[in-house]
């Protein structure tokens, strides 16, 4: 059972327009929530974090969203550049500020975001 | 600085057989992790060091996986009796913390014919 859900799988976007990825998640343990994008034959990079104190955090071109009750979350990249094709990861972690948990990261399958010309 | 480095880069194997996959992880992380991404998929937590120990191993799928850490540096993930379905990117990751960003490595791609 997927506790983290990406259910768009690819997604293509015209350059100097919004991408706006979505992460849905179920485990409500859940508090702190990050991005990770990943190029071919490379690890994933960590772009940006929430933790569920917080509704929005913004970094630069990346802003990320939080709606707790809705379970959701999303990444806006504005304006999209082409070197931001890529894989996008969301990733959660559990109790992470009580310190009880963040140990392993929970991810979601990926969006393939395209940035097309 | 340096970031995490794994080696081998890409390894292929005969099923049943046994394979060590090694993680340097950065200068001074204390926290180390190991995911598995299979085709398709996101990665998957194995397990995490804290130090040389193993807070938590949860995510090892059975026993023929094992990790070791002994100087709280350089980890090892071991796999014995291999078999297809182990065939994936074996992916490393270390953070200053525990509850830190954690950064990756390039990854381990393991074939098991």
């Known amino acids: 059972d997927q506790q983290v859900k990406q259910n768009s799988p690819s997604l293509s976007v015209q350059e100097g327009r919004i991408s706006i990825l979505n992460c849905d998640y179920t485990?409500?343990?859940?508090?702190?929530f990050l991005w990770y994008k990943k190029y071919p034959a490379e690890g994933p990079t960590f772009l940006i974090s929430i933790s569920s104190i917080k509704d929005k955090n913004e970094d630069g071109r990346f802003t990320v969203f939080l709606n707790k009750s809705a379970k959701h979350l999303s990444l806006h990249i504005v304006p999209s550049q082409p070197g931001d094709s890529a894989v996008y990861f969301c990733?959660?972690?559990?109790?992470?500020?009580?310190?009880?948990?963040?140990?392993?990261?929970?991810f979601g399958k990926g969006t393939h975001l395209i940035i097309q010309p | 600085g340096a970031g995490v480095s794994q080696t081998p880069s890409n390894k292929v194997t005969e099923k049943g057989k046994y394979v060590e996959l090694r993680c340097d992880p950065i200068?001074?992380?204390?926290?180390l992790y190991w995911y598995r991404q299979s085709l398709g998929q996101g990665p998957e937590f194995l397990i995490y060091f804290q130090g040389t120990g193993a807070a938590d191993d949860s995510g090892l799928p059975n026993d023929r996986f094992f990790a070791v850490r002994p100087e709280g540096s350089v980890s090892t993930l071991k796999i014995q009796r291999t078999e297809r379905g182990d065939s994936a990117v074996y992916l490393c990751?270390?953070?200053?913390?525990?509850?830190?960003?954690?950064?990756f490595g390039p990854g381990t791609r393991l074939t098991v014919l």
């Open positions: 485990n409500s343990m859940f508090d702190y």
């Open positions: 990733a959660a972690s559990p109790l992470h500020y009580s310190g009880g948990g963040a140990d392993g990261l929970t």
């Open positions: 200068s001074g992380h204390t926290a």
């Open positions: 990751a270390s953070s200053p913390g525990r509850n830190n960003e954690q950064f």
